[in-house]
């Protein structure tokens, strides 16, 4: 049995043992990349059918748009080359020549997409245009974690365009509530939703709207991030409509995207001790059915184990486990290791009784439904039950390491922990500050909630018009 | 209304009219890429979907590997590299570094899979590994044609490892025949089915098994491969297994697949001079609903639209065209132009009989079912009679363009045209002489059709061993 490393002893490499034993991931032989391996891939694609139905609903067509940036485009936003340059990876040889313009991977696709979209789009007619792109993107890293942080991964980019600056601040809000929705109701990972500040927002977005989880060392992760791109790419990117009215107008334009880092966001969420635990919604599999058998009675446990399955498996993602080298024990761990919400277990007992025993990966407690449709509820309820449980221990957390303060002193010692919530008067220099002297950033300005009349900026103690977050991040 | 050259006019010109005009794809402005637009996207997401469905129902599953190839892996294979390094893109510079050993984008990813099959297979009990992955791949290809030949495509590669030759064998013809299952069954293009010659086969493969499809200017389209590569990437890349009886061996293994070039197939095989003809299992919309009305009756024809669409909704890909701006016989033409199948006209006569029309998209025929389960039925009813259709026509085709010969001056006749079926001495100097005199090269050599005996070969002269095809390709 694989040896995972206790969380109280050394998280970095919990998480280390927990990525590499579970089979999620591997490190790959190409720095700062992983081979996403078919468990941990299997959590993507549930991630994917998930969230392509919630985009497919509100309208939005899938496409795909080249790997190559030519390096041109890339300087086109000013700001956009800035933020971006710096990490690209550089094709400088097709073939047997050497290229005249050397080619980028895409480390985004604004520019590519935008050069398309100057194309298609002359009347209000062809808007909105609502285009979402299922994609690999690199950037070149210096330090790289599996999933939370690698050159190569995974993502979504959803990329719209508009005739008013409304409609362009209703989408990037719209989205930001279907990644909240997946995030919180899906991965069972409570995040905390507002708005970059200019220093933190995307390089050439107006505005950039984020989601940020709390991960169990204390440290943020940016989940998600919409951006209101204002008329910046269109403006360079010589996007035009005609509008009703008879003018020629710059559209406004939105981008937005997830990425194969909410698997890690899931681990450090909802891992404990023992492994991992998986979220019901996305898990590979939801129940695994292990038999336990000695000399006698095989084959009225085989049975009864295929009888469960074909009775579980037109709702739940279900696997049995017949692998005759490994232990009932064996596979117990190894299941519990790797997250199953709920393992059932099928012994001569049970088999006698007519009954099978469901165990719940995250309290350990134990159900002892018949072998019927009793079996389908208590399955529901279990997964139903673990689902809530794991997010409230989360939200619990994130409670427990979100401290407000207007003192400069508790601000600075609270952030090694967790969050901090305080005043902000709104200028660069104190967000700086904090930066030089903990490490931490701004993670967002909240939304949802305004400073008191009066409260003082946490860092300078002048006057405070927002009140935000921060904490160190991945 | 945008112009469709006639295909017996300039069969290339037609192609690429269709192309942009149904809004499949655009040239992108980075050389030999395309865009995949949301039309053309949509197909390859219903591609997907019904390949994906039956790989996993094989056991099948999906996994992710990186992007870059560490030049020295792709020297481990000797054939390998001679096939692939000349039309690699390369990144040498990496952020703001310039690499130390250039990175080469995946042209195909037995290299970058072999180095980590090479770590996670020990024992006879991890195998068989059967992984499939859903990628980007890029090579460098000197003249391209949108979906047909681009420098990058989408496609699915399948990698396998077995104990014994005889498992990777059945397991390169059973996936072989999932792609035969596909491409004719639901992309209703007829194939012929071989294996490729010593000269043809994949570099580094022991046998390559291949689908041509004929294309509508008689030439070859490779439409998919499966590869039984014996042991010689696992000799490369140290793959070894402790088998049963205790020995350490090297398995064998498999790779295969298919591309975004299917949908470039789908276009040729099915096109007529009004544009593109969708086959209904992947054509993005089964149906488009047309209402048509003047100055009054717009809102009990409008209901009768949406009432036609909630009854199709539910079993068909149906697609209501609501737009004011333009006159239904434009939507007619539009509709026509980009393949959907069936179109359903709702106009003030079809509303008072309580009936809605039906047209068929290849034959122009018209039927009146009652908007209520008969639409169900008709819809049904046509989309199969289209399917077979469209089929029998392509056999048709096939057949016709196929010709069989053992003299020389016909068959370097006879290429031009189409297919040239021909017994084969085996020699590679005949099949050489073939691609230099007329520039046709040996597709395969049939699996099911054996010569006759004294059969000669339509080359050489000289006795014959099998029967081959030989065909100008894309």
């Given at each position: 049995?694989?040896?995972?490393?206790?969380?109280g002893?050394?998280?970095?490499?919990?998480?280390?043992?927990?990525?590499l034993?579970?089979?999620?991931a591997?490190?790959?032989p190409?720095?700062?990349c992983?081979?996403?391996?078919?468990y941990?891939?299997?959590?993507?694609?549930?991630?994917?059918r998930?969230l392509?139905?919630e985009?497919?609903?509100?309208?939005?067509?899938?496409?795909?748009?080249?790997?190559?940036?030519?390096?041109?485009?890339?300087k086109?936003?000013?700001?956009?080359?800035?933020?971006?340059?710096?990490?690209?990876?550089w094709?400088?040889r097709?073939?047997?020549?050497?290229?005249e313009?050397?080619?980028?991977?895409r480390?985004?696709?604004?520019?590519?997409?935008?050069?398309?979209?100057?194309?298609?789009?002359?009347s209000?007619r062809?808007?909105p245009?609502?285009?979402?792109q299922?994609?690999?993107?690199?950037?070149?890293?210096?330090?790289?974690?599996?999933f939370?942080?690698?050159?190569e991964?995974?993502?979504?980019?959803?990329?719209?365009?508009h005739?008013?600056?409304?409609?362009?601040?209703?989408e990037?809000?719209?989205?930001?509530?279907?990644?909240?929705?997946?995030?919180?109701?899906n991965?069972r990972?409570?995040?905390i939703?507002?708005?970059?500040?200019?220093?933190?927002?995307?390089?050439?977005?107006?505005r950039?709207?984020?989601?940020e989880?709390i991960l169990?060392?204390g440290k943020a992760?940016?989940a998600g991030t919409?951006?209101?791109?204002?008329?910046?790419?269109?403006?360079?990117?010589?996007?035009?409509?005609?509008?009703?009215?008879g003018?020629?107008?710059?559209?406004?334009?939105?981008?937005?995207g997830?990425?194969?880092?909410?698997?890690g966001?899931?681990?450090?969420t909802?891992?404990d001790?023992?492994?991992?635990?998986?979220?019901?919604?996305?898990?590979?599999?939801?129940?695994?059915?292990?038999p336990?058998?000695?000399?006698h009675?095989?084959?009225?446990?085989l049975?009864?184990?295929?009888k469960?399955?074909?009775?579980l498996?037109?709702e739940?993602?279900?696997?049995?486990?017949?692998?005759?080298?490994?232990?009932?024990?064996?596979?117990?761990?190894?299941?519990?290791?790797?997250?199953?919400?709920v393992?059932?277990e099928?012994?001569?007992?049970d088999?006698?009784?007519?009954?099978v025993?469901l165990?719940?990966?995250?309290?350990?407690?134990?159900?002892?439904?018949?072998?019927?449709?009793?079996?389908k509820?208590?399955?529901?309820?279990?997964?139903?039950?673990?689902?809530?449980?794991?997010?409230?221990?989360?939200?619990?957390?994130?409670?427990?390491h979100?401290?407000?303060t207007?003192?400069?002193?508790?601000?600075?010692?609270?952030v090694?922990?967790?969050?901090?919530?305080?005043?902000?008067?709104?200028?660069?220099?104190?967000?700086?500050?904090?930066?030089?002297?903990t490490?931490?950033?701004?993670?967002?300005?909240?939304?949802?909630?305004?400073?008191?009349?009066?409260?003082?900026?946490?860092?300078?103690?002048?006057?405070?018009?927002?009140?935000?977050?921060?904490?160190?991040?991945y």
């Amino acid at each position: 049995m694989k040896e995972i490393t206790p969380r109280g002893l050394d998280i970095t490499r919990w998480y280390t043992d927990v990525v590499l034993s579970a089979e999620l991931a591997d490190y790959a032989p190409v720095k700062g990349c992983m081979v996403i391996r078919p468990y941990g891939f299997a959590i993507w694609e549930n991630i994917q059918r998930i969230l392509d139905g919630e985009i497919k609903a509100l309208g939005h067509q899938n496409a795909y748009f080249p790997l190559f940036i030519p390096e041109s485009f890339l300087k086109k936003e000013a700001e956009h080359v800035k933020g971006f340059a710096p990490e690209c990876a550089w094709v400088t040889r097709g073939g047997q020549e050497e290229l005249e313009e050397p080619l980028a991977i895409r480390p985004t696709s604004e520019t590519i997409m935008y050069a398309m979209y100057a194309k298609w789009i002359q009347s209000y007619r062809d808007l909105p245009l609502l285009i979402n792109q299922w994609a690999n993107v690199v950037r070149w890293e210096k330090t790289t974690r599996p999933f939370l942080r690698t050159t190569e991964f995974l993502w979504q980019e959803g990329h719209t365009v508009h005739t008013t600056e409304e409609e362009a601040e209703e989408e990037a809000l719209t989205i930001l509530g279907i990644y909240r929705k997946l995030i919180e109701e899906n991965l069972r990972i409570p995040v905390i939703v507002g708005r970059k500040s200019e220093a933190e927002r995307f390089a050439g977005a107006l505005r950039t709207y984020t989601l940020e989880a709390i991960l169990s060392d204390g440290k943020a992760l940016q989940a998600g991030t919409s951006h209101n791109l204002g008329q910046g790419f269109s403006r360079a990117f010589n996007i035009q409509f005609l509008d009703k009215d008879g003018m020629l107008k710059h559209p406004w334009q939105t981008s937005w995207g997830v990425s194969t880092r909410l698997i890690g966001a899931i681990i450090m969420t909802h891992g404990d001790d023992s492994g991992l635990i998986l979220p019901p919604d996305v898990s590979p599999y939801q129940a695994v059915i292990v038999p336990i058998f000695f000399d006698h009675g095989k084959e009225e446990i085989l049975s009864a184990v295929e009888k469960a399955r074909s009775i579980l498996s037109e709702e739940f993602r279900v696997h049995a486990d017949l692998r005759e080298q490994y232990t009932p024990g064996w596979k117990f761990n190894e299941w519990e290791m790797r997250g199953v919400p709920v393992r059932i277990e099928i012994g001569p007992k049970d088999v006698k009784a007519g009954k099978v025993t469901l165990v719940r990966r995250d309290t350990g407690e134990k159900f002892q439904p018949s072998l019927g449709d009793a079996l389908k509820i208590a399955l529901q309820d279990s997964l139903r039950a673990l689902s809530d449980r794991v997010y409230q221990n989360a939200r619990n957390f994130l409670h427990s390491h979100t401290v407000f303060t207007e003192e400069y002193s508790e601000l600075q010692q609270k952030v090694r922990e967790g969050f901090v919530k305080t005043p902000w008067c709104g200028q660069e220099k104190c967000e700086g500050k904090v930066k030089t002297d903990t490490g931490a950033t701004l993670r967002c300005i909240l939304l949802d909630e305004k400073p008191e009349k009066r409260a003082v900026c946490g860092v300078c103690g002048s006057s405070a018009t927002s009140l935000v977050v921060f904490a160190r991040a991945y």
